[in-house]
């Protein structure tokens, strides 16, 4: 396993959260349809890392962000979590693994309508330890607090605005403590507004508690404030590196190319 190297952030010697190592994907595999989606991908992605997952429609990004949440298997390549290798894990496996290590927020907020802001933030919490605990309660109330929303707490989604949804579900997403979050255009379906207080949160979480994420965007602003920048075309990484610092160079222009 390539561990300390290739990586921006990966500390020297560290096992990464995720590592990717010659990853294809392909759908309809063996009939005439057969599309080949992703091809030879090698990532690692290390603890407290805040990367962008850019490209245009179809280049692969929410396939690889599916692959790497452990909701569908890769048709080539390794893939370990955190060093383990997942490719013989059964589905009780990859669920457990899922939620000790992973969070996932995406375009739309997937919150159950019939429960409250703060029982949907207790939800995963309910679905590790079988039971709604004290403890569960309690944490599910610090995070809608580290999102603003103690006062919408009871109120069920449909009462809250997209951007406060949204908020929820960022909150639920951090509810494990995960190692990554897997944002899949998070902020895609906000005004500018809500848009920018909800990836601020995310910058937030990162900073605070060290939880790495990768953020699917199509937003070349957003994807400049991140640390780091992964680039699809046609299902291979076509750019990886830092986001240089410079202020005023949003866009594509504030890439560097990977020092490899
Ligand atoms: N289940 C599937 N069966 C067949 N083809 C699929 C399947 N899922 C995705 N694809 C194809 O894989 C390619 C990549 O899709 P993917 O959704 O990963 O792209 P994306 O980069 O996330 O695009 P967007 O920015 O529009 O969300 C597309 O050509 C898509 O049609
Ligand atoms: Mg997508």
């Given at each position: ?205 990162n900073r605070e508690r060290g ?35 410079t202020p005023g160079t949003a ?10």
């Amino acid at each position: 396993m390539k561990t300390g190297q290739a990586s921006p952030g990966q500390p020297a010697g560290g096992v990464p959260i995720v590592a990717l190592s010659g990853v294809g994907k392909r759908f309809n595999e063996g009939l005439p349809n057969e599309a080949r989606v992703l091809r030879g991908i090698d990532l690692t992605v290390g603890a407290g890392e805040f990367a962008s997952l850019i490209g245009p429609s179809g280049s692969g990004k929410s396939t690889l962000l599916n692959l790497l949440g452990l909701l569908d298997r890769p048709s080539e390549g390794e893939y370990r979590l955190k060093g383990v290798p997942t490719g013989t894990a059964s589905d009780d496996e990859r669920t457990r693994a899922r939620l000790d290590t992973l969070g996932f927020v995406f375009q739309f907020h997937h919150l159950l309508p019939e429960f409250s802001a703060l029982e949907n933030v207790m939800l995963p919490g309910l679905m590790r330890d079988g039971a709604f605990t004290p403890a569960i309660r309690a944490n599910a109330r610090e995070l809608l607090s580290a999102v603003g929303l103690s006062d919408a707490a009871d109120k069920r989604p449909g009462e809250l605005s997209g951007g406060m949804q949204q908020r929820v579900a960022i909150a639920r997403a951090l509810a494990l403590a995960p190692d990554l979050v897997l944002a899949d255009e998070p902020t895609g379906n906000l005004d500018t507004h809500s848009a920018d207080e909800a990836f601020a949160l995310l910058r937030r979480f990162n900073r605070e508690r060290g939880c790495a994420f990768i953020v699917v965007t199509h937003d070349p602003r957003l994807a400049a404030r991140c640390d780091r920048v992964i680039e699809l075309r046609d299902g291979m990484i076509e750019r990886d590196g830092p986001v240089a610092p410079t202020p005023g160079t949003a866009g594509a222009d504030a890439w560097t190319k990977p020092a490899k």
